[in-house]
Protein backbone atom coordinates (compact mmCIF):
# COMPACT_ATOMS: atom_id res chain seq x y z
CA UNK A 1 0.00 0.00 0.00
CA UNK A 2 0.93 3.16 -0.52
CA UNK A 3 1.76 5.82 1.58
CA UNK A 4 3.12 9.36 2.45
CA UNK A 5 5.45 10.86 5.43
CA UNK A 6 5.81 14.34 6.07
CA UNK A 7 8.25 14.36 9.19
CA UNK A 8 7.32 18.23 10.25
CA UNK A 9 4.52 18.90 11.57
CA UNK A 10 5.07 22.56 11.61
CA UNK A 11 7.82 24.85 10.61
CA UNK A 12 8.51 28.35 11.15
CA UNK A 13 10.58 30.84 9.02
CA UNK A 14 11.49 34.25 8.70
CA UNK A 15 10.25 35.73 5.91
CA UNK A 16 12.95 36.46 2.93
CA UNK A 17 14.21 33.34 4.17
CA UNK A 18 14.50 29.72 2.34
CA UNK A 19 12.10 27.11 2.75
CA UNK A 20 12.23 23.05 2.71
CA UNK A 21 9.40 21.13 3.48
CA UNK A 22 10.13 17.21 3.38
CA UNK A 23 8.44 14.16 2.09
CA UNK A 24 8.97 10.83 1.74
CA UNK A 25 6.63 8.08 0.12
CA UNK A 26 6.36 4.55 -0.25
CA UNK A 27 5.35 3.12 -3.65
CA UNK A 28 6.29 0.01 -5.57
CA UNK A 29 6.36 1.34 -9.36
CA UNK A 30 6.92 4.76 -10.18
CA UNK A 31 4.67 7.11 -7.85
CA UNK A 32 2.73 10.10 -9.16
CA UNK A 33 3.49 12.83 -6.56
CA UNK A 34 1.66 16.17 -5.53
CA UNK A 35 1.96 18.98 -3.79
CA UNK A 36 -1.11 20.80 -2.57
CA UNK A 37 -1.52 23.90 -0.14
CA UNK A 38 -4.36 24.72 1.96
CA UNK A 39 -4.75 28.52 3.57
CA UNK A 40 -7.53 28.86 5.99
CA UNK A 41 -10.65 28.21 5.52
CA UNK A 42 -10.36 27.08 2.15
CA UNK A 43 -10.20 23.81 -0.25
CA UNK A 44 -6.35 22.61 -0.94
CA UNK A 45 -5.12 24.20 -4.37
CA UNK A 46 -2.20 21.84 -6.58
CA UNK A 47 1.41 23.94 -6.61
CA UNK A 48 3.09 21.08 -8.80
CA UNK A 49 3.42 17.34 -10.10
CA UNK A 50 5.48 14.93 -11.06
CA UNK A 51 4.93 12.15 -13.10
CA UNK A 52 8.16 11.71 -15.19
CA UNK A 53 10.78 13.12 -16.62
CA UNK A 54 12.98 15.77 -15.39
CA UNK A 55 13.28 15.41 -11.49
CA UNK A 56 13.24 19.17 -11.21
CA UNK A 57 9.69 20.42 -10.95
CA UNK A 58 8.51 23.94 -10.90
CA UNK A 59 5.01 24.84 -10.03
CA UNK A 60 2.98 28.13 -9.38
CA UNK A 61 3.95 30.89 -6.88
CA UNK A 62 7.77 29.80 -7.31
CA UNK A 63 7.45 26.74 -5.66
CA UNK A 64 9.71 23.71 -6.98
CA UNK A 65 10.51 20.09 -5.88
CA UNK A 66 12.91 17.63 -6.65
CA UNK A 67 11.76 14.10 -7.05
CA UNK A 68 14.48 11.71 -5.53
CA UNK A 69 14.17 8.30 -6.18
CA UNK A 70 16.88 6.96 -4.30
CA UNK A 71 15.50 8.44 -1.15
CA UNK A 72 11.94 8.40 -1.91
CA UNK A 73 11.69 12.17 -1.51
CA UNK A 74 9.86 14.42 -3.44
CA UNK A 75 11.03 18.23 -1.53
CA UNK A 76 9.24 21.14 -1.77
CA UNK A 77 11.18 24.48 -1.63
CA UNK A 78 11.12 28.02 -2.40
CA UNK A 79 14.46 30.21 -2.29
CA UNK A 80 12.78 33.26 -0.62
CA UNK A 81 9.25 33.15 1.36
CA UNK A 82 6.22 35.78 1.50
CA UNK A 83 4.00 36.20 4.39
CA UNK A 84 1.09 34.98 2.27
CA UNK A 85 2.99 31.58 1.90
CA UNK A 86 2.03 30.98 5.39
CA UNK A 87 -1.02 28.13 5.04
CA UNK A 88 -0.72 24.16 5.16
CA UNK A 89 1.55 22.24 3.15
CA UNK A 90 0.20 18.60 1.92
CA UNK A 91 2.28 15.67 -0.09
CA UNK A 92 0.37 13.25 -1.79
CA UNK A 93 1.17 9.96 -3.65
CA UNK A 94 -1.29 8.68 -6.58
CA UNK A 95 -1.32 4.83 -6.97
CA UNK A 96 -1.70 3.22 -10.39
CA UNK A 97 -4.74 1.22 -12.12
CA UNK A 98 -6.78 -0.70 -9.37
CA UNK A 99 -5.19 1.61 -6.73
CA UNK A 100 -6.19 4.67 -8.10
CA UNK A 101 -6.85 7.06 -4.93
CA UNK A 102 -4.46 9.87 -4.17
CA UNK A 103 -3.02 9.02 -0.53
CA UNK A 104 -1.98 12.37 1.66
CA UNK A 105 0.44 13.48 4.01
CA UNK A 106 -0.37 14.55 7.43
CA UNK A 107 0.44 17.93 6.37
CA UNK A 108 2.92 20.69 7.27
CA UNK A 109 1.68 24.05 8.86
CA UNK A 110 4.42 26.74 7.87
CA UNK A 111 4.18 29.94 9.84
CA UNK A 112 6.27 32.96 8.02
CA UNK A 113 7.83 35.38 10.78
CA UNK A 114 8.18 39.24 9.71
CA UNK B 1 -15.35 29.57 -14.60
CA UNK B 2 -17.18 29.13 -11.07
CA UNK B 3 -14.76 27.04 -8.77
CA UNK B 4 -16.32 23.66 -6.97
CA UNK B 5 -18.91 24.46 -4.61
CA UNK B 6 -20.41 22.54 -1.37
CA UNK B 7 -23.54 23.02 0.79
CA UNK B 8 -23.75 23.79 3.33
CA UNK B 9 -20.79 24.66 4.75
CA UNK B 10 -21.31 24.50 8.14
CA UNK B 11 -23.72 21.37 9.73
CA UNK B 12 -24.32 20.26 13.44
CA UNK B 13 -26.17 16.89 13.98
CA UNK B 14 -26.34 14.61 16.52
CA UNK B 15 -25.23 10.67 16.70
CA UNK B 16 -27.65 8.67 15.27
CA UNK B 17 -28.99 10.79 13.22
CA UNK B 18 -28.00 10.68 8.85
CA UNK B 19 -26.52 13.97 7.16
CA UNK B 20 -26.21 14.83 3.34
CA UNK B 21 -23.14 16.53 1.65
CA UNK B 22 -23.93 18.11 -1.86
CA UNK B 23 -20.64 18.82 -3.81
CA UNK B 24 -21.20 21.15 -7.46
CA UNK B 25 -18.01 20.04 -9.62
CA UNK B 26 -16.23 22.50 -12.08
CA UNK B 27 -18.27 22.67 -15.38
CA UNK B 28 -17.10 19.89 -17.71
CA UNK B 29 -15.66 18.08 -15.04
CA UNK B 30 -17.06 14.51 -14.63
CA UNK B 31 -14.96 12.91 -12.15
CA UNK B 32 -16.03 13.59 -8.43
CA UNK B 33 -14.01 12.88 -5.48
CA UNK B 34 -14.96 13.06 -1.51
CA UNK B 35 -11.97 13.13 1.59
CA UNK B 36 -12.56 13.45 5.15
CA UNK B 37 -10.08 16.01 6.90
CA UNK B 38 -9.52 15.68 10.37
CA UNK B 39 -6.57 17.02 12.70
CA UNK B 40 -5.55 13.09 13.52
CA UNK B 41 -5.68 11.07 10.56
CA UNK B 42 -5.17 13.82 7.82
CA UNK B 43 -7.14 13.86 4.38
CA UNK B 44 -8.60 10.54 3.82
CA UNK B 45 -10.02 9.35 0.44
CA UNK B 46 -13.75 8.17 0.79
CA UNK B 47 -14.56 7.35 -3.00
CA UNK B 48 -14.74 8.37 -6.34
CA UNK B 49 -17.44 9.13 -9.08
CA UNK B 50 -16.92 8.82 -12.50
CA UNK B 51 -19.92 9.27 -15.45
CA UNK B 52 -22.55 8.28 -12.18
CA UNK B 53 -20.32 5.14 -11.34
CA UNK B 54 -18.72 4.88 -8.20
CA UNK B 55 -14.62 4.63 -9.93
CA UNK B 56 -12.85 3.85 -6.93
CA UNK B 57 -13.20 3.74 -2.88
CA UNK B 58 -11.43 4.38 0.43
CA UNK B 59 -11.79 2.66 3.37
CA UNK B 60 -14.43 3.63 5.59
CA UNK B 61 -17.21 1.47 6.43
CA UNK B 62 -20.63 1.54 4.62
CA UNK B 63 -22.44 4.29 6.47
CA UNK B 64 -20.68 6.57 3.76
CA UNK B 65 -22.06 6.27 0.66
CA UNK B 66 -22.52 8.69 -1.95
CA UNK B 67 -23.93 9.21 -5.53
CA UNK B 68 -23.70 11.16 -8.69
CA UNK B 69 -25.76 12.61 -11.24
CA UNK B 70 -26.36 12.93 -14.80
CA UNK B 71 -24.78 16.60 -14.26
CA UNK B 72 -21.80 15.23 -12.68
CA UNK B 73 -23.27 17.11 -9.16
CA UNK B 74 -22.27 14.35 -6.19
CA UNK B 75 -23.99 13.46 -2.68
CA UNK B 76 -22.28 11.83 0.14
CA UNK B 77 -24.24 10.54 3.00
CA UNK B 78 -23.11 9.79 6.17
CA UNK B 79 -26.03 6.83 8.16
CA UNK B 80 -26.08 6.55 11.73
CA UNK B 81 -23.57 9.58 12.72
CA UNK B 82 -21.44 8.48 15.37
CA UNK B 83 -18.96 11.81 17.40
CA UNK B 84 -15.84 10.69 14.95
CA UNK B 85 -17.75 11.51 11.99
CA UNK B 86 -16.72 15.03 12.83
CA UNK B 87 -14.74 16.34 10.15
CA UNK B 88 -14.52 18.19 7.11
CA UNK B 89 -15.60 17.12 4.18
CA UNK B 90 -13.72 18.04 0.94
CA UNK B 91 -15.10 17.37 -2.74
CA UNK B 92 -13.06 17.37 -5.02
CA UNK B 93 -13.68 17.45 -8.93
CA UNK B 94 -11.18 16.72 -12.22
CA UNK B 95 -11.97 16.47 -15.98
CA UNK B 96 -11.82 12.79 -15.91
CA UNK B 97 -9.21 10.40 -17.23
CA UNK B 98 -7.36 8.83 -14.68
CA UNK B 99 -7.47 9.57 -10.47
CA UNK B 100 -4.32 9.20 -9.58
CA UNK B 101 -3.05 11.40 -12.42
CA UNK B 102 -5.38 14.75 -12.92
CA UNK B 103 -5.10 18.03 -10.82
CA UNK B 104 -7.98 17.81 -8.28
CA UNK B 105 -9.54 21.03 -7.98
CA UNK B 106 -11.12 21.25 -4.28
CA UNK B 107 -14.28 22.82 -2.66
CA UNK B 108 -14.26 24.88 0.31
CA UNK B 109 -15.66 22.16 2.32
CA UNK B 110 -18.21 21.09 4.67
CA UNK B 111 -17.51 21.52 8.57
CA UNK B 112 -19.62 18.93 9.94
CA UNK B 113 -19.78 18.44 13.65
CA UNK B 114 -21.30 15.23 15.49
CA UNK B 115 -23.01 16.44 19.23
Known amino acids: AQSVTQPDIHITVSEGASLELRCNYS??????LFWYVQSPGQGLQLLLK??????LVQGIKGFEAEFKRSQSSFNLRKPSVHWSDAAEYFCAVGGNFGNEKLTFGTGTRLTIIP | KAGVTQTPRYLIKTRGQQVTLSCSPI?????VSWYQQTPGQGLQFLFE???????NKGNFPGRFSGRQFSNSRSEMNVSTLELGDSALYLCASSWGGRLAQNEQFFGPGTRLTVL
Open chain 1, 27 to 32: YGATPY
Open chain 2, 27 to 31: SGHRS
Open chain 1, 50 to 55: YFSGDT
Open chain 2, 49 to 55: YFSETQR
